[in-house]
Each structure stands twice: as C-alpha cells, then as structure tokens.
C-alpha cells in the first residue's frame, strides 16, 4: 500500500499571502497525483490532476507541481472561497487508492 | 450537468447489512468506472471500493475487503454498494465518485455525489 504523507496538517494563511501545501508517497506515483478541496459540509472537489493539471473551472491561482515521491499545491493570492481541506490521492498504483491525511487551510 | 445521487443510509445495528445506492445522470455511465469514498466524522477520506466501466473488474479497500460488494447497472445508471457485517468503525459519510477519463482505470475523480451517511449503532 501506498501511504501518503501530507504537511502541514494546518496551515493559517492571511488572504491575499501564498499557501504551499506538500503531499509524499512512500513510494514512486509517477505523476498519478491528484490534490482535492473539500468545505465543511461539502463533497470534495478536484483541483488538480496529472500532478499539474488544474481541473475544469479551476482558477489559475492554482497550481500543482512534482513526481516520484514529492508534491506540491501552490495557491497564490488566497481567496476566501479557498479555505477548507486539502487532499492528495495517488491513482498510480491502481487499483490501489490512497489518500493523504489532509491540509486544513484556515483563516490567519 | 453531472449528477450523482447518493441514496440508502442510516442507522444500522452492529452486524446488519445495507446497500447503498448512487443514481447517476449528465454523462455517458457506461463509459466510465465509478468508486465509493468513505469520510468517518472529523477524519480523512477513505477509499472503499471501485468498479470498472463494464463491472469486470471490482477493487476494495483492506478494511471493507470480504465485507462489501460493490455493482452496477448500466441500463438503470445506478451503482450500489453493498455493506455486510457492519462495524462501529464503518460509520461514515459515503461518497460517490466518478472517474475523469473513460475506459480508463486509472484517473481520479471529477465529479462526486453529496453523500449519505451511514451509522452504526445498537
């Protein structure tokens, strides 16, 4: 099993500042990554597939980058409407998924 | 627009069985497998189990493995699953999910249902 590490578990963020949030596979995804928002009370949304790729209706503010083992989710200029949780889940090792534990961006 | 619909839960005694359903509307259903996501209260998501476009192949997590089946029924759009043996440790909101790319197994998800929570209690 692939397990995915995510950090920091909080990140406090004024809006306006960049928020980078990590995510590390204990072992190579290649570049089967993907990074979902999830509100209170909501469904997740997917943000970022293919490790880089912003999904539809996804803002520019927005961007992924990595491989192997390592990944990052940069959001620049942080809106109200982006704090909640973020996860990463590798689809790699099909059909073996696996989430991280989540990054919780919150209001600094 | 892609919809799905998640439909089924409750509160269910420790031992019983449930089926979860997942209506599904907006796209092509049998082009594209279709997964269950699990979220205990306050925790993280877990992934459960996942179908194949033409329900050939069928995935499960460790937890759920021998316990849940997971279908679906491409004339009525509907994916369900099916939860034996139920623990304390299997409450959760249960999610719906949609792979992104069709035929393709291995693509996340882009598209998820409100959920349906399942309890399990005596």
């Known amino acids: 099993e692939i397990v995915m590490t995510q950090s920091p578990a909080t990140l406090s963020v004024s809006p306006g500042e960049r928020a980078t949030l990590s995510c590390r596979a204990s072992q190579s995804v290649g570049r089967n990554l993907a990074w979902y928002q999830q509100k209170s009370g909501q469904a997740p949304r997917l943000v970022i597939s293919?490790?880089?790729t912003r999904a539809t209706g996804i803002p520019a503010r927005f961007s992924g980058s990595g491989s192997e083992t390592e990944f990052t989710l940069t959001i620049s200029g942080l809106q109200s409407e982006d704090f909640g949780v973020y996860y990463c889940?590798?689809?790699?090792?099909?059909?073996?998924?696996?989430f991280g534990g989540g990054t919780k961006v919150e209001i600094k | 627009q892609v919809q799905l619909v998640e439909s089924g839960g409750g509160v269910v005694q420790p031992g019983r069985s449930v089926r979860l359903t997942c209506e599904a509307s907006?796209?092509?259903?049998?082009?594209?497998?279709m997964h269950w996501v699990r979220q205990a209260p306050g925790q993280g998501l877990e992934w459960v189990a996942g179908?194949?476009?033409?329900?050939?192949?069928?995935y499960y997590g460790e937890s759920v493995k021998g316990r849940f089946t997971i279908s679906r029924d491409s004339s009525k759009n509907t994916v369900f699953l099916k939860m034996n043996s139920l623990r304390v440790e299997d409450v959760a909101v249960y999610y719906c999910?949609?792979?992104?790319?069709?035929?393709?197994?291995?693509?996340?998800?882009?598209?998820w249902g409100q959920g349906t929570l399942v309890a399990v209690s005596s």
């Open positions: 999910a949609k792979e992104s790319d069709n035929y393709s197994g291995q693509s996340p998800f882009d598209h």
């Open positions: 293919g490790a880089s």
């Open positions: 889940q590798q689809y790699n090792k099909w059909p073996t998924l696996s």
């Open positions: 179908i194949s476009y033409d329900s050939t192949e069928k």
């Open positions: 907006g796209f092509t259903f049998s082009m594209y497998g």
